[in-house]
């Protein structure tokens, strides 16, 4: 039994938002209110000064187990997740074996309860060996738990197969999650194409590499009438399109992550492998459209896309090293610079991309403080200075390259079915 008193209790789903105490017993949320009673026994954390939203979820994680433990696994996975303030991950496919069968599935799961000190859930790939060719036993993957299927950063160039598979995702009811980049576009590219990198002498990915498959994607998501969702959405094209869906009345959503809202291709530093990630970061303009989807509900989910690396990998010349970047410490503290202190959005808005936003998306039974309700529960303070420090990293990985900014508010505590997992 655990007692949360006098903070700030922010829950969109109920529309609360008032200063006032949260109950949890026996891994649910019992009661939230003002000036609770509850039994002696329980433990009582002071929230005073400090923001208490339902657990934060982040529907795009990369864990790498199994096959890469060397980069991360679910345990060092699910501890960054927890001081990032995260209470439930979605899992990506691109494991070895890839997770395009029950067994893999189950194995996570199974793993997951064994390891982690959050929920995990989860998504099984489209195709088999998610090589876009056949289609991967999705209706075994969702008995076994799978909450969704994606080809990820391998995505699925056969429109024919991609139809296919938005019907079975439909008559699963779960969505399909699309890395939208048109690979022949942009074979062999560093970086965004554009004046940077041609400054810098590198290859190009154009814009259109994600247009183009974010157009096709939409448009077979009305021919299927299936829940299709645009991953870490980068383009000012794509946006535009995604908002065209929805107001066709169309199942479209999209997320963006703090990487793609927060930098533009001309910050980055020259040839350093912490900024090169796909889709790659994209110019200023893009980067605007970005912000202003998140303003006005386009993007309906900030996530992180953490893609741990292991630095013998990672560190290598710009041309040879892999994409990705970890962001699952450095999620709440970016937010909260970018769009919640300069008033872009308000902290209710913030808490609905992390929590409403994800579960409504994936169709997930948390993102509440409802009584009864999971006992999942984030706390964050919106003041409190602090550096981040690579080296101080809960993950096996450390390409980030947020390493050593200083954020304005960040997590302070991650509960996790009534049990406190982490805290600052």
Excluded at 58 to 78: K, N, Q, Y
């Amino acid at each position: 039994m655990l007692v949360i008193r006098n903070g700030r209790v922010i829950d969109p789903a109920s529309g609360l938002d008032a200063v006032c105490d949260v109950y949890l017993a026996a891994g649910r949320v019992a009661a939230v209110g003002a000036n609770l009673d509850a039994p002696s026994s329980a433990a009582v954390f002071d929230a005073t000064g400090m923001t208490v939203a339902p657990g934060f979820i982040d529907m795009h994680v990369h864990l790498r187990e199994p096959g890469f433990e060397h980069a991360e696994s679910i345990e060092t996975g699910a501890r960054a997740a927890a001081a990032g303030g995260f209470t439930s991950v979605c899992c990506m496919p691109n494991t070895s074996p890839v997770n395009d069968s029950a067994t893999v599935t189950s194995y996570i799961i199974e793993r997951a309860k064994q390891k982690s000190v959050v929920n995990i859930y989860p998504i099984g790939a489209i195709t088999k060996g998610s090589k876009g060719e056949e289609l991967a036993g999705i209706g075994a993957m969702v008995k076994a738990g799978a909450v969704a299927i994606s080809d990820d950063g391998r995505p699925v160039m056969n429109s024919r197969v991609m139809r296919r598979a938005m019907e079975l995702a439909k008559s699963h009811d779960i969505p399909v999650i699309d890395h939208c980049e048109d690979l022949n576009l942009s074979a062999g590219g560093d970086m965004h194409e554009g004046e940077t990198s041609v400054r810098r002498g590198l290859r190009g990915i154009p814009s259109a590499a994600e247009d183009v498959m974010v157009a096709r994607d939409i448009l077979l998501a009305e021919v299927t009438g299936a829940r299709f969702h645009v991953a870490h959405i980068s383009t000012h094209h794509a946006v535009a399109m995604v908002a065209f869906a929805k107001k066709r009345g169309l199942k479209v959503s999209c997320e963006a992550t703090p990487h793609h809202f927060v930098l533009a291709d001309s910050d980055t530093a020259p040839y350093d492998s912490n900024y090169k990630m796909k889709p790659p970061l994209r110019g200023k303009h893009d980067v605007a459209a970005v912000l202003e989807g998140l303003v006005d509900g386009t993007v309906e989910v900030i996530a992180t896309d953490h893609a741990p690396h292991a630095g013998s990998e990672k560190m290598q010349e710009f041309e040879r090293c892999p994409f990705g970047i970890t962001g699952l410490e450095t999620a709440i503290g970016i937010t909260l610079e970018e769009l919640v202190h300069p008033g872009r959005i308000t902290l209710r808005k913030m808490i609905e991309l992390y929590t409403t936003g994800p579960a409504r998306v994936m169709g997930l039974d948390r993102g509440t403080l409802t009584p009864g309700a999971p006992a999942d529960v984030t706390i964050f303070d919106t003041a409190t200075a602090w550096t981040y420090d690579v080296n101080k990293t809960q993950s096996k990985s450390k390409n980030s390259p947020f390493h050593g900014h200083t954020y304005k508010g960040g997590p302070v505590a991650t509960i996790v079915a009534g049990r406190i997992v982490w805290q600052r």
